[in-house]
């Protein structure tokens, strides 16, 4: 077990990267592998916690009259509903939990990282490439078991002529290849950024107060409220894009050819 | 602490970074992070999936259900009072048929009471007047020949006085023919 949070305060005040260190709280090896328990799997836990406690206790009432956080949770699921329904059809709603899970995943890692001193998740490109490989393998494994070999005509429109089809089809594979690299570095880039940009203007704040200069730190202080609120709307539209694509590649799966 | 003091610690501080890879593509981590994403997703997967969700969405589906059953019977009362409505115009116009019926004929039996009371006193004072006529005609006539009578002997007593002589008959006769211009 390491030292608690605050021994890490000097270096977290002054250097952008630290705050998407790993360190171990628990060690712990199996097989071969270093699975210890860190501070991003705390992290993961306590967000995994929210999300459950909020829903749970949404879900747990059941009355016909919602209170506010009955409410909450019934527009969660319908948002997620509609959205998997009008993006990959009906049939796609044999998703709809997975779709779900994805997105409070996210939306909760993203959140959580939001308050000082937590640590963001979804900024470490192994945990964003890890869930897009999730979902291109369930889209992959769900559309060739539905549909075979037909499957692979998602990468042959309908109605394109012959000589076209030599240069789209390359066109077609590479951009589905793309898929999982954009799906998973999207969120790993907005986290990763935006949690840089809002440590970069702290830091200025710091340094510019540090060296005598309080006038001018004002600058980077009020610039740093609005930035702090679109990196909630951030948080929020990257797991609402990691979702919504989620349904898009579904919805090729289930219907290949378009 | 001066600023450029600070920017060189700064600098010592990342140069030394340089050497540690940086944190999202430190391949230390990488099983760790896997293992626990693994044993969080999927653990609120099947909590939601299991659990949460079909109670979220049978509360929904109970809400949809209870609502429509709801507006069911809102449109079964509303056909009901409707029907209701029809009956009740229904049996309010047999009512006010029959109100008029009724009346009129109260008002015909009225009618013809009151023609036949009307031409009963209407023959009973025909028959009087008729009697009353008469007798005022026969008294008339009688007291016609009274003053006849009684102007005779008075013109025969002033004749008479006056020393002239005249017949009864011729006396009578006078006087009828004036009677009689009169």
């Known amino acids: 077990m390491n030292l608690p949070l605050p ?10 990267i630290h705050q998407f260190k790993i360190f171990p709280l628990i060690d712990w090896s199996a097989g071969g592998y270093n699975l210890a328990f860190t501070n991003s799997s705390f992290w993961m836990l306590v967000s995994t916690v929210l999300v459950l ?6 879900a747990s009432r059941g009355s016909l009259i919602p209170n506010r956080i009955q409410s909450l949770g019934e527009m969660s699921y319908t948002f997620i509903s509609d959205m998997v329904r009008s993006t990959a059809g009906e049939e796609g709603l044999k998703f709809f939990p997975f779709v ?52 692979f005509g998602l990468f042959a429109p309908h109605g394109v002529p012959l000589p076209v089809m030599f240069f789209l089809v390359p066109i077609e594979i590479i951009s589905f290849l793309a898929r999982p690299i954009t799906l998973g570095m999207r969120l790993f ?5 935006g949690h840089i940009m809002l440590k970069l203007l702290a830091i200025f704040v710091v340094m510019l107060a540090g060296a005598g200069l309080t006038a001018v730190a004002w600058v980077p202080y009020v610039l740093l409220i609005p930035i702090t609120a679109l990196e909630f709307l951030v948080a929020f539209l990257q797991a609402y894009v990691f979702a919504l694509l989620t349904c ?10 378009h | 602490m001066s600023l450029l003091a600070f920017l060189a610690e700064t600098a010592a501080h990342s140069g030394e970074a340089v050497t540690a890879p940086f944190p999202a593509f430190d391949p230390t981590w990488f099983a760790s992070q896997l293992f626990w994403l693994a044993i969080f997703f999927v653990g609120m997967y099947f909590a939601l999936s299991r659990s949460i969700l079909p109670k979220l969405e049978g509360t929904l589906k109970q809400r949809a259900s209870s609502i429509a059953a709801d507006l069911d019977e809102a449109a079964r009362l509303n056909n009901q009072s409707v029907e209701a409505q029809k009956a009740l115009e229904i049996r309010l116009a047999q009512a006010r048929a029959r109100a008029r019926e009724t009346s009129d004929s109260a ?8 023609a036949q009371v009307t031409g009963r006193v209407d023959a009973e004072m025909a028959l009087k007047l008729e009697r009353a006529e008469t007798r005022i005609s026969k008294l008339r006539e009688d007291a016609m020949k009274n003053v006849e009578q009684i102007s005779v002997d008075a013109a025969e007593a002033m004749i008479a006085r006056l020393g002239v002589k ?6 009578k006769k006078a006087v009828s023919s004036v009677l009689e211009t009169r």
């Open chain 1, 100 to 151: 779900f899970t994805l997105f409070f995943f996210i939306l909760g890692a993203n959140i959580v990282g939001m308050f000082p001193y937590a640590f963001t998740t979804t900024s470490h490109i192994a945990v964003t490439g890890a869930l897009a490989v999730v979902v291109i393998l369930i889209v992959v494994g769900y559309g060739i078991y539905k549909n075979g070999l037909g499957f």
């Open chain 1, 7 to 16: 021994v890490f305060l000097p270096s977290i005040a002054t250097d952008p």
């Open chain 2, 166 to 171: 005249v017949s009864k008959a011729d006396v």
């Open chain 1, 189 to 193: 880039a907005n986290m990763l950024a």
């Open chain 1, 53 to 58: 406690g909020f829903l749970g206790m949404a």
């Open chain 2, 107 to 114: 008002k015909a039996a009225a009618e013809t009471e009151l």
């Open chain 1, 248 to 257: 898009v590649y579904l919805k090729d799966a289930i219907h290949p050819h």
